[in-house]
């Protein structure tokens, strides 16, 4: 099992800045792409940013020039730089790892709990 625990979520004004990071944990081989989600009330969860193991790296339209995801491979984690925030972004932020477990033929997705961004206008 691999358990994702993000954190840096919280309220925060308009233009303002949050760092989210999300830790993977457990039996691990390697993770192939992470990235962050994030769901607004009566939306449907949406594509932020992933990057793959090797730094390929995809944004929304939405969040270009403003987020900046990372990854630290030694660590398991991920990180997402968030600046000049809108209220639009506020959403619950879901991590999401795709890894390779011991004796597993394939990789397999994983989900954190999410943590909350507020924007306040």
């Not at 972004?89 to 999410?114: F, H, I, M, Q």
């Amino acid at each position: 099992q691999v358990q994702l625990v993000e954190s840096g979520g919280g309220l925060v004004q308009t233009g303002g800045s949050l760092r989210l990071s999300c830790a993977a944990s457990g039996s691990i081989v390697s993770i192939n792409t992470m990235g962050w989600y994030r769901q607004a009330p009566g939306k449907q969860r949406e594509l932020v940013a992933r990057i793959t193991s090797g730094g390929r790296i995809n944004y929304a339209d939405s969040v270009k020039g403003r987020f900046t995801i990372s990854r630290d491979n030694a660590k398991n984690t991920v990180y997402l730089q968030m600046n000049s925030l809108k209220p639009e972004d506020t959403a619950d932020y879901y991590c999401n790892a795709n890894v390779w477990e011991p004796l597993s033929p394939t990789g397999r997705d994983y989900w954190g709990k999410g943590t909350l961004v507020t924007v306040s206008s």
